[in-house]
């Protein structure tokens, strides 16, 4: 689809009208996108860094140029795109320069890394490359998690009433806006639909999207003789992954630690501070092992997976982690949501700190049972995961954009009246921050 085509050999498309001549320079000449990152990707430090980065491979194999901006300090442990022939650019936000940015670079297609970079720049580009395809990739839905976490503190039954937030109103509307949001969660997708009556000509399921497990991969990892102690993993500047540790190390291992007193816990997680660090305790076999240079390598030399997650939406990297390195899993069952589908899980699902116990000792010292839930972890990402079937279907959607745009947006009026309003009230108070930090910029001179 994506073809070299001289602007010269459309001479003999004359009696094409302008829209048509605009189509297929659009469909056939070499497609640019733009991805406006909230973060510098760091797939080793977090899923949506993983995610990420399959969703610039699903690019990059279409040969798309890439150009990847953020706002965001670059990190040291971020992704060396510039090693996969991706531009790094450094963008500032409140600035009439992303729009020189953006003249210069007219992008065929532009992606948002989450709702807050749509509000923070959709309306520049809706303006000044109107006709490039706007993409939505929500990571998960943050007003769910939100709303779960919100429950969570209240010490109450999480309710839809949970949902109806400010932020819910932000994330939807910039959903709204967009010509098409990656949806990574079924759930997700059947609540935004189902509750908030949001069209799914509007919505995406992209989940993970990961190769097939094999059987030579399967026979290379350690048995279940060959593995010991607990392990547990995930970012510490995810609230849930804290939470999740606190109730690990508060009330789960305890219950664990007397049944197997020569077990061991290894917590690992990228970016712990001194309040994670103080929960390390040697005597007491929980361990806090900060970064993990390569998760699978370190989840694989263990016999379960500890992943008690009590809020929190999308879909858990860490599980599919566990999955890769066969390493079966317990887990609640918001951490379940929306990876198995229908298929037993890899492990075991409990909510209560007894029950997770109970189980995860259960799993640990019975080899027939920890064996099956291995080979459940394996069907799942064989069933639910590949890749082909998912990059497919993206392009798929995304052909049938590129042919008719037009029509597409005017069949979600909705969305544009938000983008007429939001352009509106965000320009504005853009270009008044804009102002107001040159007036300070001269006056400290």
């Not at 510039?82 to 936000?93: D, F, M, N, T, Y």
């Not at 999480?158 to 098409?180: G, H, N, P, Q, V």
């Not at 917590?267 to 929980?286: D, I, M, R």
């Not at 009230?425 to 102002?435: A, D, F, N, Q, V």
Request: some cysteine; charged content about 25%; aromatic content about 10%.
């Amino acid at each position: 689809m994506y073809q070299k085509i001289s602007r010269i050999s459309l001479s003999k498309f004359s009696l094409f009208d302008d829209f048509r001549k605009k189509t297929i320079l659009k469909t056939m000449s070499r497609s640019k996108l733009l991805i406006i990152g909230f973060v510098w990707p760091e797939p080793n430090s977090s899923a949506a860094g993983g995610r990420m980065m399959q969703l610039i491979e699903l690019f990059l194999k279409r040969k798309f140029d890439i150009v990847y901006a953020s706002p965001a300090n670059f990190s040291e442990h971020a992704e060396d795109l510039e090693a996969l022939g991706i531009r790094q650019e450094q963008i500032e936000v409140n600035t009439s320069v992303f729009d020189e940015f953006l003249n210069e670079e007219q992008p065929t297609h532009v992606l948002f890394d989450r709702f807050m970079m749509e509000e923070q720049f959709g309306w520049r580009v809706a303006e000044h490359c109107p006709e490039a395809i706007r993409i939505l990739d929500t990571e998960d839905l943050h007003f769910l998690r939100k709303g779960r976490q919100q429950a969570y503190k209240e010490k109450k039954a999480f309710k839809k009433e949970f949902l109806y937030s400010d932020t819910a109103k932000r994330e939807i509307a910039s959903i709204l806006r967009s010509d098409m949001s990656l949806i990574i969660s079924k759930a997700e997708i059947e609540l935004l639909v189902d509750e908030f009556k949001v069209s799914r000509r509007l919505l995406l399921y992209v989940p993970f999207l990961l190769k097939p497990i094999k059987d030579e991969h399967i026979r290379e990892l350690p048995t279940f003789e060959d593995r010991q102690n607990f392990i547990s993993i995930g970012n510490f500047l995810h609230a849930p992954n804290w939470d999740k540790t606190l109730f690990l190390k508060e009330e789960i291992w305890p219950l664990i630690k007397i049944a197997i007193p020569e077990a061991e816990l290894h917590v690992y997680g990228a970016y712990t501070s001194q309040k994670v660090e103080q929960l390390h305790n040697p005597k007491q076999g929980f361990l806090i092992k900060g970064r993990a240079p390569n998760a699978i390598e370190c989840i694989k030399n263990a016999r379960v997976l500890l992943g008690p997650v009590r809020f929190g939406a999308g879909l858990k990297g860490k599980f599919i982690d566990s999955m890769k390195a066969g390493t079966p899993s317990i887990t609640t069952t918001i951490g379940a949501e929306g990876l198995c589908g229908d298929l037993p899980w890899c492990g075991e699902i409990a909510n209560s700190a007894e029950e997770i116990a109970r189980q995860a000792i259960n799993l640990y010292t019975m080899p027939k049972r920890w064996k099956i839930a291995q080979r459940n972890g394996f069907q799942i990402i064989n069933k639910r995961f590949q890749y082909k079937v998912h990059s497919a279907n993206f392009f798929k959607r995304l052909t049938k954009l590129n042919t008719n745009l037009e029509g597409h947006r005017q069949q979600n009026f909705i969305g544009q009246i938000l983008m007429h309003h939001t352009t509106q009230s965000t320009k504005y108070m853009s270009l008044w921050i804009e102002s107001k930090n040159k007036t300070s910029s001269k006056e400290s001179i």
